[in-house]
Nanobody, 126 residues
Framework: QVQLVESGGGSVQAGGSLRLSCLAS????????MGWFRQAPGNEREGVAT?????????RYADSVKGRFTISKDNDKNTIFLQMNSLKPEDTAMYYC??????????????????WGQGTQVNVSS
């Protein structure tokens, strides 16, 4: 019944910015972890950023995006965001929003995620 609705994907040139949004509609998920994952064709799905609603909103970032991406949330609006700055061609991927139950909301939690969005495509050209 609950679903994650994503928006904000698109095509930009290297160095540009995008802001992804993920709205949890229907009943709010009882899970405490939310995060963004991405998958490029032929590649494994990888964790990009996570946020823990049960630990003061603590966040984790993949080394490849640290300093460029920022994950945040708006509890009142039941939404999380991914601000993506200084985009690189290697950031090109399908980006997915997901939620799950966890203690530390590790980036390697893709197999634990129980609810996924449909994904939004991000294309970064050089």
């Amino acid at each position: 019944q609950v679903q994650l609705v994503e928006s904000g994907g698109g095509s930009v040139q290297a160095g540009g910015s995008l802001r992804l949004s993920c709205l949890a509609s229907g009943y709010s998920p009882s899970t405490n972890c939310m995060g963004w994952f991405r998958q490029a064709p032929g590649n494994e799905r990888e964790g990009v950023a996570t946020i823990n609603n049960n630990n003061w909103g603590s966040t984790r970032y993949a080394d490849s995006v640290k300093g460029r991406f920022t994950i945040s949330k708006d509890n009142d609006k039941n939404t999380i965001f991914l601000q993506m700055n200084s985009l690189k061609p290697e950031d090109t991927a399908m980006y997915y929003c997901a939620t799950w139950r966890g203690t530390f909301c590790f980036l390697s939690s893709s197999t634990r995620a129980t609810i996924w969005g449909q994904g939004t495509q991000v294309n970064v050209s050089s």
